[in-house]
């Protein structure tokens, strides 16, 4: 298990989530029960970034066949990265996906690698999640482009301050 899968599980078991961890990797990095009684696991797929900032702004690369398996057989995936806070110390913010929905979005991008950056923008006075790597940053952070829907990952991002792991008790 490395740092950002137990970030993952961490988080998930201060909730009170039991989870657990595959023997061997084949596509889900951990299984999540809303707890011990129930018997509907929730399956996801963990992918970490270093810190490029002191804000969320973490780079993903991975290749699509390997991607396209594992968003069939999980749930969720759950990108991690680490951010600074004032004080100096790193804390974990993910952004919680629904494979589904990031098959659909990544789909058009589906070159191999697939490279999918995912940065913390103010846009129209909010903090957004956007996924900037085909678009002008320098533009994007002066407020002079908009972002389309299917690259602002806000909704599933715990910066965002809303409860993304809400989402999980939804499968």
Not at 111 to 140: A, I
Request: glycine share 6%.
């Amino acid at each position: 298990m490395d740092a950002f899968e137990q970030a993952v599980a961490d988080e998930l078991t201060r909730k009170g989530w039991a989870v657990f961890v595959p023997h061997k990797d084949q596509g889900v990095d951990l299984v999540a029960l809303p707890s011990l009684e129930q018997t509907s696991a929730v399956r996801l797929q963990v992918k970490g970034s270093r810190t490029y900032g002191p804000r969320f702004q973490g780079w993903y690369k991975f290749r699509w066949d390997k991607v396209e398996h594992a968003m069939d057989i999980t749930d969720f995936w759950v990108f991690v990265c680490f951010v600074t806070s004032p004080k100096g110390r790193f804390h974990p913010q993910f952004a919680v996906v629904p494979s589904s929905e990031l098959k659909r979005r990544l789909e058009a991008d589906k070159g191999d690698p697939v490279h999918f950056y995912l940065t913390e923008h103010w846009l129209d006075g909010e903090r957004h999640l956007v996924n900037d790597r085909k678009l002008p940053r320098k533009k994007l952070s002066r407020g002079e482009i908009s972002v389309a829907p299917a690259l602002d990952f806000s909704e599933f991002w715990s910066g965002h301050g809303e409860d993304v792991w809400r989402k999980l008790h939804e499968t």
